[in-house]
């Protein structure tokens, strides 16, 4: 049972591979840039997606409780609206949900069912 909002975390689907075998993920690109892991929750997906992932075409959508986790904040960023950012690692182990995400014919990805 959910504790609390649903946030995500996408990476690129090698990136994932790399660092589901640690567990722990500490961030990648501009998570290590910025200082936090950046998260999205599932209205803001979208815009994260052709904001930051332009020339990726398969990608990783991991889903997660933010109530479960540990240095959550919100915080205002792209169009005024509040994003999660985690400060501190993520335990990839508390994703309730991992999903791929592979762009279409039509350029976009086709998010998942329950997301849609």
Not at 12 to 34: A, K, T
Not at 51 to 57: I, S, T
Not at 74 to 100: C, V
Request: aromatic share 10%; hydrophobic share 40%; net charge negative.
């Amino acid at each position: 049972m959910m504790q609390g909002p649903v946030i995500h975390k996408i990476l690129p689907q090698d990136v994932h591979d790399q660092m589901s075998n640690r567990g722990e993920f500490v961030g990648w690109r501009d998570d290590l840039d910025d200082g936090f892991i950046h998260c999205s929750t599932t209205p803001q997906l979208a815009g994260t997606l052709a904001k930051h992932f332009e020339g990726f075409d398969r990608l990783v959508l991991l889903s997660f409780d933010a109530a479960i986790l540990p240095g959550v904040t919100w915080e205002t960023s792209r169009n005024n609206m509040q994003f999660p950012h985690i400060y501190g690692p993520l335990d990839l182990t508390k994703a309730f949900s991992t999903q791929l995400l592979i762009r279409g014919d039509d350029g976009q990805f086709a998010m998942p069912e329950d997301l849609a």
